[in-house]
């Protein structure tokens, strides 16, 4: 399949243009992959089947583990989904649009493999222009998971949607590096109080201030056996060559690091920009100065070191607050080995 790229300019009518052709291949059931402030997301019609079969085929995406419907405004997202308790308005108001995804009991709109044939959906309003201007020109909910073959790390460049999924999906637009970096946070609203199944963009900090009270699935802290969020079990974001995810100060790191090189391994070193500078690797990388540019920068640096150029990589932990939550969950999912004090 030859996959059209399109690249937005800024330039009202020519962007207007790729939209249109964007919709209209969705419209006809085609795949296209499309920036929103997360990461990049690989849509098709949610509300028909065999569109929504050509994302897991293209992605390689397992059949259990259901997509999220993205949508304009909270008038389309009411349109598929059955009822909501309070808190979800109050949610909506402050939080939408933006990288955050309510998982609610589902009318049946959607497709049964949006949902991998769960009775709840996961519904999000993206905050992009084209993402916006895509949905509110389709008008219809897009089902759009992260425009990456399942298991790498997720796209935040049409260059990573490029290297993955060229000739596989039918368009691409390119908008640029996206924002945030990370995902959106994905939160079970089934129940009186908001469960995070997923930490991403939208900090439990903003929920608790918002709802008083928001729990982590117990799951994610390690304590229960099955996660809620079907996704949340399958190894994700994984760097071409094995990475160690090391907590510990800069001396520590160093030790690791030269006890590899000793045995002959060249280490690559993921750090924030600090821990960087002060540490010998055979090749570094700076993950960023704080954890919204780690955030930002976070899967492109994890899909900076390729094989052949080194044996292991050597990354450092980063403190769980804030988005540096987002940043670990992703950290440690895809870390072949977790070093702890
Ligand atoms: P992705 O689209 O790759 O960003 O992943 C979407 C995430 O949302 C995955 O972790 C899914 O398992 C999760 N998800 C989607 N729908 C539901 C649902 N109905 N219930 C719980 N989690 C869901
Ligand atoms: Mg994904």
Redesign the pocket.
């Known amino acids: 399949m030859e996959t059209t790229r399109w690249k937005l300019t800024n330039d009202a009518k020519i962007d207007a243009e790729a939209i249109h052709s964007a919709a209209e291949l969705l419209l006809n059931g085609e795949t296209v992959a499309f920036p929103t402030e997360t990461v990049y997301g690989l849509g098709a019609d949610a509300t028909n089947e065999a569109a929504v079969a050509k994302i897991f085929q293209a992605k390689g995406r397992p059949q259990d583990?259901?997509?999220?419907a993205h949508v304009d405004s909270s008038a389309q997202l009411w349109r598929i989904v059955d009822y909501a308790p309070e808190y979800v308005e109050k949610l909506i108001e402050a939080l939408s649009p933006g990288p955050v995804?309510y998982?609610l009991p589902s009318n049946g709109t959607c497709a049964s493999n949006v949902?991998a044939n769960?009775s709840?959906?996961?519904v999000r309003i993206p905050d992009h222009p084209a993402a916006q201007q895509l949905l509110q020109t389709c008008n219809i909910p897009i089902a759009?998971?992260?425009a990456n073959i399942s298991g790498r790390p997720s796209p935040t460049a049409a260059a990573h949607v490029w290297e993955d999924l060229q000739g596989k999906i039918a368009g691409l637009l390119d908008g640029g590096p996206t924002g945030v970096g990370v995902?959106s946070t994905?939160i079970?609203c089934t129940q009186d109080i908001p469960i995070i199944?997923?930490p991403g963009g939208v900090t439990r900090e903003q929920l608790e201030s918002l709802t008083g009270k928001a729990i982590i699935d117990p799951a994610l802290a390690g304590e229960a056996a099955a996660p809620?969020?079907?996704?949340?079990k399958y190894r994700h974001y994984s760097p071409d060559v094995p990475l160690w995810l090391v907590e510990g100060n800069t001396e520590k790191l160093q030790q690791i690091i030269s006890a590899e090189q000793h045995k002959g391994k060249r280490v690559g070193l993921l750090a924030s920009t600090d821990t960087a500078a002060q540490l010998q690797a055979d090749a570094k990388l700076s993950l960023g100065r704080d954890a919204s540019e780690i955030a930002a920068n976070l899967y492109e640096s994890l899909r900076h070191f390729k094989s052949g150029e080194v044996d292991v990589i050597i990354c450092e932990a980063i403190p769980q607050t804030g988005i540096g939550e987002a940043v670990m969950n992703r950290l440690k999912k895809a870390a072949s080995m977790h070093l702890t004090e």
């Not at 809620?228 to 949340?232: E, F, H, L, Y």
């Open positions: 583990n259901p997509l999220i995804t998982v949902t769960l709840t959906i996961a759009a998971p992260s995902e994905v079970d199944l997923r809620k969020s079907p996704g949340m």
